[in-house]
C-alpha cells in the first residue's frame, strides 16, 4: 500500500527545484507503482484510472455515447472502431494512451489531463493494466503479430522469397519452421529461434535491410513478439460482430442529399417560356425568375461558333468555318455544328485532357530529384482521348480504369485483342500518382502508403466526390466515413496495392501485353530487320576491310531501327493479398483492427457491394476490384454520375453547380441547383452514360448560349454570376491559348498519339516542346514532366498533379503578361502569323503604307485571330495603331518597306495579347 | 524568321556545364500583381493576410546551404571524436543512416575549433567571417530529419513534406504576411545559377494562390525572365498603348466585366515590374565600402555573384519582400554544392571561400541599418555529414542530428542549443525537426502554425502538417 501512495505523492508535486530528483524517483516509482498496480487485481484501476476515465473521458465514451464505437463505461476490453485501445504492458502500442498523452483527447475545449494523470495511465498500461471484476485485455494475438512479420520479415520469408525455408506469415508456418526447425516454441521465448536470432542481431541482417526496403525490428515490437510466444502463441479470439462494423449514423448523416439516389423532378415551369431551349433552361430560369432576372440576350452567331469550337475543341474556327455556319440558312445550323464538333477527333483533345486532369496524369514519377520519365504512359493518355471520341460509356470507362485486368482474360497466351489490350492499358489510371518507390532506399512501407493514399485520393475526389482520404488517421471529422472506411476501400485495392508485396515504380509495372495483331506487326517488323542485320552481317565476314567498315555502318543503323518489343504500364491483380488493418493514427507501426475489402458502411445497406468472387474460371485475380467498379457504375449510385455531370458542366460554365467538385461531402459547396444537378444525372445514366450526349444536351441549351455581356441589372443581382444570368467570360487554359497560337499562326501540326514530344531545357531553364519538321503538335502530346512543364502552359496555370487536379486555377499574374509581351515564342510565332496573314490576303513582300492594303490586313488578321471582323472604329483605332508604330521604325531608321513590315507583326503581336484572343466571350 | 530581335538570345550563358540548368519556367510566378487575380478571381480575401500577433520580424532571409555542411567540421565540435579519429566505427543501425558500419572509421574535424566572440561558442576555422558574428547566432545542433537523401531532405526543409506537392515555407509567408509592396512578389529566391536537389517543388506555391511561387533572380545576365522588353521602349510604350486602346474597347463591349479589367492593369504591372526589378537587382548605386564588405569585388566569378544575391537580398529586403531565399552555386560536376562524399577538404574549403564572407557582411550590414531585428536570417542546409566515413577526406549524408544557426528577428544571439551525442551521431538533447524550426519561423513572424491554413483536397492544409513546436528557448 506504502508503494501505491508514493507515486501519488511525487507525481503531483509541483516544485520546479524538485523536478530532478522527481524524474529520477519517477523512473524508480514506476517499476514499484507497476508492481503494484499489477498485484493488485484492479484495484488500481479502481482507484485511479477508472475516476480519470470519469472525470475526462465519459460523456463522449459511456455506452451511452459510445463515441467511435468506444465504451469506457463496461466495454473497455474491446476498444472502438479502428480496434483496441490498450495494449497491456505497451503504452506507447496503445491508441489511447498515445491521444491523451499527445493532448489530442479529450479534445481542448473539453479539458485535459494533467501530467500526473498521464504518468499514471502510463503506470497502469506499462504494469499490464489490469481490470477488476476479473475482466482482461484479449491478451496479444496472432493478428497483431501477422501485421509485424509481415512489415518487417516476410519480404524473405513470406509470399516471394521462403529463405532458409522459413515462412513467416502464419501461426501455423512459424510452427512449421524452416531448415533449422520451428521459429517458435509456444510459451517458451527463450528457447524460440526466431527470438534469438532477433536478440543476437543476426535478423534482420543489417546489411540486406536496404536492399528489400525493410527497417529493423523496434524493441517494443520484440517485446510484443515475446508476449505472445510466452502467453503460447494465441490465435485471435473471434469476434465478428465487430467486423466492418463502425458507428451507427444518425438519420440526418443517412439523408443527407449526396448519399440518396438522384431523383428526376419535372423540369419547373417558367415565365419566359419564349427563350426554353431544353428542360435545362427552365430550371436556370426559375431561380433567375425568382429574384427578379432572366437570361442574357442570346450571344451573337459569330461569338457563339467560336465559343462552340474552342469549347469543343481548344481551337478557334477558321474564317471560312466560321463563314460556313454563318450562312447556313437553317434553324438548327447550331445544333448541326455542335454534332460535327463532337465528331472532330480534337473533341477528345480537348475534353480528354480534363480527364488526364482529374486522374494527374504525367509522364515521369516525380517525387524524387532525378523525376524518372514513364516512357508508356502515353498509351493511357491515347486510350482516353479515343475514349472521348468514341464516346465510350462512362460506366464501361471507369469499369476499365479500375479493373480492366479483371474484364477478360489477357494471361496465359491468350489471344488480345484490341478491346482487352485497351483494358489493361485503361488500368494505367491506378499507376499515375508521384511514386518514389522506384528506389530502394525510397520504397519502405510508409513510401508504399504514401503510393496508395494518392491513389485513394485520386480515385475519392475525380471519381467518388468524397475526401475518403481524410480518413487515413481518423474518422472523418465532418463526412460519416470512418477510419475503418478508409481502410475497407483500400483493401479492395490490396490485390495490387499490397504495401507487403510491391511492385517497384519503374520496370516491374510493365506488360508486354498489347492487342495480337500490334504485337504481330511488332514481331514482323523485328523479323524483317533482323534477317535484313543477318543479311548485313554475313556480308561482312567475306568482305575486304573498306567494305567491312561501311558495312558496319550499315550493321549499326539496321540495329538502331528493331522496334523494342511493345509494353504498356498497367496494374493488375497479384492474386495474394495481405490481410489489411486499419492503420491507428495512419502509422502503419500501430496496426488496429483487422477489415475486409468493402464500401463505406454509409453506402453499405443501401447500395452493398455486389459479391467479390474471381471474374472468370482459373482466374489469379480476386475480383475485388471488379466488384467495386461495377458498385461505383451500378444506376443507382448516389454520386458516380453527379460527379461526373458536375464535371462536364464545370467545364462548360467554369463553375461547377457544385463549386467543390472533388468533394460532395458535409463540407462541399451545397448545388447551386439541386434539381437541375439531379435531372442531368439521371439523364446521364438514362442516355447508356453517354458523355456526348450530355454535351449535346447542355450546349443546346439557352443557357450555354447566352452572351456574356454584362447587364446593370445582372451586376446587382448576380454578381459572381452563380444564378447563371449571363455566359461567362473565361480566359483560355494554358493548352488552348498555347495550342491557339500556334494555330492562327500556321503552325500546329494536325498530327495525333504516340511517344510524348521530347521537351529542350535551355541553359537558362525555358522549357519548350520541340518541333516535329517546324510544327508543333497540339500541347497534351507533349512530355509532361513533373519537373518540366513547358514554360508557357506552365505560366497559364497549367497545374502541379498533386496527385491530380480537379480545378485549374485561372490567376491573372504578371508573368503572363511578360511572358506574351517578352516572350521569344510568341515573338517568333506573331512574325509567322503576319506572314500568313499576308498570304490570306494574297499580298506580298515589300509592303507599302496603302491604307486600302492595310485595312486588308488588319481585317485578314482579325478574321484569323478572333474570328470577327473590326467594326469601323476598331478598324480606325488599328490604322492609327499600326501608322504610329511604322513612324517610330522609321524614326529607327528603317527603310519605308521595312519598317511597314516590322510594325505589322508587331500589331499582329499585340493582338495575341490582347483580351480579345486570350479570352472567350 | 522574327523580324525583331530575340529578347531571349544573349541571356544567361554558363561559363561551365553543368549537370542541372536552371529552369525558368515560372520564375516569375510570383510576380504577381496583387489586384489582378484577386479581382479576377473572386477567390478567398487571401492576399492580405494580417499576422496573428505582433512580433519581431517582418521577414526572413533562408541561406540555404544545399548538399549538407559538415556539422562536426564547422559549429559542432567532438573532442571524443578526433581523439577516435581512424578507429573503426560502430554504432546501432539507424534507420536514418544510409551507410553501414562495415568498413567505416570516424574522422575528427579537418579543421581546427576557436572559441569566438563574447559568448565563446566555438566555431572552425573554416568559418572566420561568421565566427566573427557569432554574438548574433543562435546554433542549434540537434536537429533532425527524416531520410539521408538530398531530394527528400531539400523538400521536407522547404515545404514540410518530403514527397513533393506543398507549398514551399516562402510561400506560405508570403500567404501569411501578404505583401508590402504590391510591385513585387513576396517570396523571391535569388539564385545562384543551380536548383537544389527536389528541383522547382522547393520553391513552389503549390495550392497555394499562384501569386506566392518565388520568382527567380538569377546571378549573372538577366536577372528575371521576360522582363527585358523585346523593343525598344518607345516601341513598347506604343504597343502597350495599342493594346490597351484594343482591350479597352472590348472591355466597354462586355459591360463591367472585372476580368478584362484586371488583364488591363496586369499589363500596367509588368510594364512597371521591367523597370522597378531590373533597379532593385542594380547594386551599382552601392557605396564601394558596402560592395567590398560584401566582397561584390573578389575576383571568382562564383565569389562574386554570391555576393551580389547576398547584397540584392538586403536591398530586396528594404523593399519589402517577405522572404528572400539564397541559393549556392555548385562549382564543378557534383550532386549539389555541399554534397562532399570525398575532396571534402578542398571542396568546403572553396564553398566556404564562396559563402562566408557574403553571409557574414549581409548580418553586419543588416544590422548596421538596423535591420536585423525585424529581419529572421535562416543558415541551413538539408543535412549533415556523417562523423565517420569510408576513406579520410569525405563524409556522407548525415540526418540524426545536424546544426543550423538563426540570427536577428527576435532570436537570441550567442548561443548554442541542443546537442549531439560525444561522436556527433544523433541529436540527444532537445532534438528537433524542421516542423519545429517552421514554427518557429513563422512564430518571430507573427503568424501562428496552426492557424496558417489553406483547404485543400477537403483539409485545412498547414506548413507543419500536424506537427510542429515554437522552440521557446531560442526567443530573446
Known amino acids: 500500500m506504502t508503494a501505491k501512495l508514493v507515486p501519488r505523492r511525487i507525481f503531483t508535486t509541483k516544485s520546479p527545484t524538485l523536478k530532478p530528483l522527481v524524474n529520477l524517483l519517477r523512473l524508480l516509482c514506476l517499476t514499484t507503482a507497476a508492481m503494484a498496480a499489477a498485484a493488485d487485481d484492479g484495484r488500481y484501476f479502481q482507484q485511479e484510472i477508472g475516476p480519470l476515465f470519469q472525470r475526462h473521458c465519459m460523456e463522449c465514451h459511456d455506452r451511452e455515447t459510445h463515441e467511435g464505437g468506444l465504451n469506457l463505461q463496461d466495454q473497455i476490453t474491446r476498444g472502438g472502431d479502428s480496434g483496441p485501445v490498450i495494449v497491456p504492458g505497451h503504452a506507447d502500442q496503445s491508441l489511447l494512451f498515445e491521444l491523451v498523452s499527445h493532448a489530442e483527447m479529450p479534445p481542448p475545449e473539453s479539458g485535459q489531463l494533467d501530467a500526473a494523470e498521464i504518468e499514471k495511465l502510463q503506470t497502469w498500461i506499462s504494469a499490464g493494466a489490469a481490470l477488476p471484476n476479473g475482466q482482461t485485455f484479449p491478451s496479444v494475438t496472432a493478428d497483431r503479430i501477422q501485421a509485424l512479420l509481415l512489415l518487417r520479415c516476410a519480404v524473405c520469408h513470406g509470399a516471394t522469397r521462403q529463405e532458409g525455408g522459413l515462412d513467416l506469415r502464419t501461426t501455423e508456418s512459424i510452427l512449421r519452421g524452416g531448415k533449422s526447425g520451428p521459429a517458435a516454441v509456444p510459451g517458451n521465448p527463450d528457447e524460440s529461434l526466431l527470438l534469438q536470432k532477433i536478440a543476437s542481431g543476426e535478423m534482420a541482417p543489417a546489411r540486406r535491410l536496404v536492399e528489400v526496403s525493410i527497417k529493423p525490428i523496434t524493441d517494443a515490437e520484440t517485446a510484443l513478439l515475446t508476449d505472445w510466444i510466452a502467453a503460447g502463441m494465441p490465435a485471435p479470439v473471434a469476434d465478428r460482430s465487430r467486423e466492418n462494423s463502425d458507428s451507427e449514423y444518425t438519420a440526418t448523416e443517412q439523408s443527407f442529399w449526396a448519399f440518396q439516389t438522384p431523383q428526376q423532378a419535372p423540369p419547373p415551369s417558367v415565365n419566359t417560356t419564349a427563350r426554353v431551349q431544353t428542360p435545362i433552361d427552365k430550371f436556370v430560369l426559375q431561380r433567375l425568375e425568382q429574384v427578379g432576372l432572366s437570361l442574357a440576350e442570346p450571344a451573337p452567331p459569330d461569338v457563339l461558333v467560336r465559343r462552340l469550337y474552342i469549347d469543343l475543341t481548344g481551337l478557334p474556327p477558321t474564317w471560312d468555318q466560321l463563314q460556313d455556319v454563318l450562312q447556313d440558312p437553317a434553324d438548327d445550323r447550331i445544333s448541326k455544328l455542335i454534332d460535327r464538333l463532337l465528331e472532330s477527333p480534337h473533341y477528345g483533345v480537348r475534353w480528354g485532357r480534363y480527364w488526364l486532369d482529374a486522374a494527374g496524369y504525367a509522364d515521369s514519377e516525380g517525387a524524387q530529384n532525378e523525376d524518372r520519365v514513364r516512357p508508356r504512359m502515353w498509351r493511357y493518355r491515347d486510350y482516353v482521348i479515343r475514349s472521348f471520341n468514341s464516346d465510350k460509356p462512362y460506366d464501361r470507362f471507369l469499369q476499365e480504369q479500375l479493373a480492366g485486368d479483371e474484364l477478360a482474360p489477357w494471361q496465359d497466351g491468350v489471344e488480345i485483342d484490341a478491346a482487352t489490350a485497351d483494358n489493361l492499358v485503361a488500368t494505367g489510371f491506378l499507376r499515375l500518382t508521384p511514386d518514389r518507390t522506384f528506389a530502394n532506399i525510397t520504397a519502405f512501407v510508409p513510401d508504399r502508403l504514401e503510393v496508395i493514399a494518392d491513389e485513394m485520393q485520386v480515385l475519392g475526389s475525380a471519381v467518388m466526390g468524397l475526401t475518403v482520404g481524410c480518413a487515413r488517421c481518423h474518422n472523418h471529422k465532418f463526412d460519416p466515413i470512418s477510419q475503418a472506411d478508409y481502410y475497407k476501400l483500400s483493401a479492395i485495392f490490396k490485390d495490387a496495392f499490397d504495401e507487403h508485396d510491391w511492385l517497384k515504380s519503374q520496370g516491374e509495372r510493365t506488360l508486354a501485353v498489347v492487342s495480337t495483331a500490334e504485337r504481330k506487326q511488332w514481331e514482323q517488323q523485328k523479323q524483317t530487320l533482323e534477317s535484313r542485320l543477318a543479311e548485313l552481317q554475313a556480308q561482312q565476314q567475306q568482305a575486304d576491310e573498306e567494305t567491312r567498315k561501311s558495312l558496319q555502318q550499315q550493321i549499326d543503323a539496321a540495329k538502331g531501327a528493331i522496334p523494342p518489343e511493345p509494353q504498356i504500364r498497367a496494374l493488375w491483380s497479384r492474386g495474394r493479398p495481405s490481410p489489411t488493418w486499419v492503420l491507428l493514427r495512419g502509422n502503419y507501426l500501430t496496426p488496429g483492427k483487422r477489415v475486409q475489402p468493402d464500401v463505406p458502411t454509409i453506402f453499405a445497406e443501401r447500395y452493398p457491394l455486389p459479391q467479390i468472387a474471381p471474374p472468370w474460371q482459373g482466374a489469379e485475380s480476386t475480383g475485388r476490384r471488379l466488384a467495386f467498379a461495377r458498385w461505383l457504375t451500378s444506376d443507382q449510385h448516389p454520386l458516380t454520375a453527379r460527379v461526373m455531370v458536375n464535371r462536364i458542366w464545370m467545364h462548360h460554365f467554369g463553375r461547377g453547380l457544385v463549386d467543390t467538385p472533388a468533394n460532395f461531402g458535409v463540407t462541399g459547396s451545397p448545388p447551386s441547383h439541386p434539381l437541375l444537378l439531379d435531372w442531368l444525372a439521371v439523364e446521364f445514366v438514362r442516355s447508356g452514360w453517354s458523355i456526348k450526349s450530355l454535351h449535346r444536351l447542355i450546349l443546346n441549351s439557352a443557357v450555354w448560349q447566352q452572351s456574356s455581356a454584362v447587364s446593370q441589372q445582372s451586376q446587382e443581382l448576380d454578381p459572381a454570376g452563380l444564378l447563371l444570368s449571363r455566359a461567362p467570360l473565361r480566359r483560355l487554359d494554358a493548352e488552348s491559348l498555347r495550342d491557339s497560337l500556334l494555330f492562327v499562326s500556321g503552325a500546329l501540326s494536325e498530327q495525333m498519339y504516340g511517344p510524348a514530344d521530347p521537351l529542350d531545357v535551355r541553359a537558362d531553364g525555358l522549357v519548350t516542346v520541340r518541333a516535329t519538321g517546324d510544327q508543333w503538335r497540339r500541347s497534351i502530346f507533349a512530355m509532361m514532366r513533373r519537373t518540366q512543364i513547358p514554360s508557357l502552359l506552365e505560366t497559364f496555370d497549367y497545374p502541379q498533379m498533386g496527385p491530380n487536379c480537379l480545378q485549374r486555377s485561372e490567376s491573372t499574374v504578371a508573368p503572363q503578361a511578360l511572358q506574351l509581351l517578352n516572350g521569344g515564342e510568341v515573338h517568333r510565332l506573331s512574325a509567322r502569323l503576319a506572314a500568313v496573314v499576308l498570304q490570306d490576303c494574297q499580298q506580298s513582300m515589300p509592303l507599302t503604307d496603302d491604307a486600302d492594303l492595310r485595312k486588308q490586313r488588319i481585317i485578314a488578321v482579325c478574321r484569323r485571330c478572333l474570328s470577327r471582323q473590326p467594326g469601323k472604329q476598331e478598324l480606325h483605332l488599328f490604322l492609327q495603331g499600326l501608322q504610329e508604330l511604322a513612324n517610330q521604325w522609321r524614326q529607327t531608321g528603317e527603310t519605308a518597306e521595312r519598317a511597314e513590315q516590322l510594325a505589322f507583326a508587331n500589331l499582329c503581336h499585340a493582338i495575341l495579347n490582347s483580351a480579345s484572343f486570350v479570352m472567350v466571350e | ?476
Open chain 2, 1 to 476: 524568321m522574327s523580324a525583331e530581335t530575340s529578347p531571349t538570345t544573349g541571356r544567361l550563358r554558363h561559363s561551365l556545364a553543368r549537370p542541372h540548368t536552371v529552369p525558368r519556367r515560372s520564375l516569375l510566378q510570383g510576380l504577381s500583381c496583387g489586384f489582378g487575380w484577386l479581382a479576377f478571381q473572386g477567390l478567398q480575401a487571401a492576399a492580405d493576410q494580417q499576422p496573428h500577433f505582433s512580433a519581431p520580424a517582418k521577414r526572413v532571409i533562408f541561406l540555404f546551404m544545399d548538399g549538407g555542411v559538415s556539422h562536426v567540421d564547422t559549429f559542432d565540435p567532438k573532442p571524443e571524436l578526433d581523439r577516435l579519429s581512424g578507429q573503426p566505427a560502430k554504432w546501432r543501425p539507424d534507420v536514418r543512416s544510409q551507410a553501414i558500419s562495415a568498413g567505416r572509421r570516424w574522422l575528427g574535424s579537418l579543421w581546427k575549433f576557436r572559441q569566438r566572440g563574447q559568448c565563446g561558442l566555438p566555431v572552425s576555422d573554416l568559418f572566420p567571417h561568421q565566427a566573427h558574428m557569432i554574438d548574433r547566432l543562435c546554433v542549434i545542433r540537434s536537429l533532425t530529419g527524416e531520410t539521408p537523401l538530398h531530394g527528400a531532405q531539400s523538400l521536407l526543409l522547404h515545404t514540410g513534406r518530403s514527397i513533393a506537392a506543398a507549398p514551399s515555407i516562402g510561400s506560405w509567408v508570403s500567404y501569411g504576411l501578404g505583401r508590402e509592396n504590391e510591385n513585387l512578389p513576396g517570396y523571391v529566391v535569388l539564385n545562384n545559377d543551380w536548383i537544389p536537389n527536389g528541383g522547382f517543388q522547393n520553391f513552389s506555391s503549390s495550392f497555394l494562390p499562384a501569386a506566392h511561387e518565388a520568382a527567380m533572380v538569377r546571378a549573372a545576365g538577366t536577372p528575371v525572365d521576360n522582363i527585358q522588353p523585346a523593343v525598344a521602349p518607345e516601341l513598347q510604350q506604343l504597343r502597350l498603348k495599342f493594346l490597351r486602346n484594343m482591350d479597352g474597347k472590348f472591355a466597354a463591349q462586355q459591360g463591367t466585366a472585372a476580368g478584362i479589367e484586371s488583364a488591363i492593369r496586369n499589363y500596367e504591372t509588368a510594364a512597371r515590374m521591367q523597370t522597378l526589378v531590373p533597379d532593385l537587382c542594380d547594386v551599382s548605386g552601392e557605396t564601394q565600402a558596402t560592395q567590398s564588405l560584401y566582397g561584390v569585388d573578389r575576383d571568382d566569378s562564383f565569389d562574386k555573384l554570391y555576393a551580389l544575391q547576398c547584397l540584392r537580398a538586403r536591398r530586396l529586403a528594404e523593399a519589402g519582400v517577405r522572404f528572400i531565399e539564397i541559393t549556392c552555386p555548385n562549382t564543378h560536376a557534383n550532386n549539389s554544392p555541399w554534397d562532399q562524399h570525398g575532396d571534402l577538404r578542398r571542396r568546403h574549403t572553396e564553398n566556404a571561400r564562396i559563402t562566408d564572407q557574403p553571409v557574414a557582411a549581409l548580418l553586419a550590414d543588416l544590422e548596421q541599418r538596423g535591420m536585423l531585428d525585424e529581419t529572421l536570417v535562416v543558415w541551413a542546409g538539408e543535412m549533415g555529414r556523417t562523423p565517420h566515413s569510408g576513406g579520410t577526406d569525405g563524409r556522407d549524408h548525415h540526418v540524426s542530428g545536424y546544426t543550423i544557426w538563426m540570427a536577428g528577428g527576435g532570436i537570441r544571439g550567442g548561443m548554442s542549443f541542443g546537442e549531439t551525442d560525444e561522436m556527433g551521431m544523433s541529436a540527444v538533447a532537445s532534438p528537433l525537426d524542421i516542423h519545429d524550426i517552421h514554427a518557429t519561423i513563422l512564430h518571430q513572424l507573427g503568424i501562428h502554425h496552426e492557424q496558417l491554413t489553406w483547404r485543400f483536397g477537403g483539409r485545412e492544409m498547414r506548413l507543419t502538417d500536424v506537427h510542429g513546436n515554437v522552440v521557446k528557448e531560442i526567443l530573446s
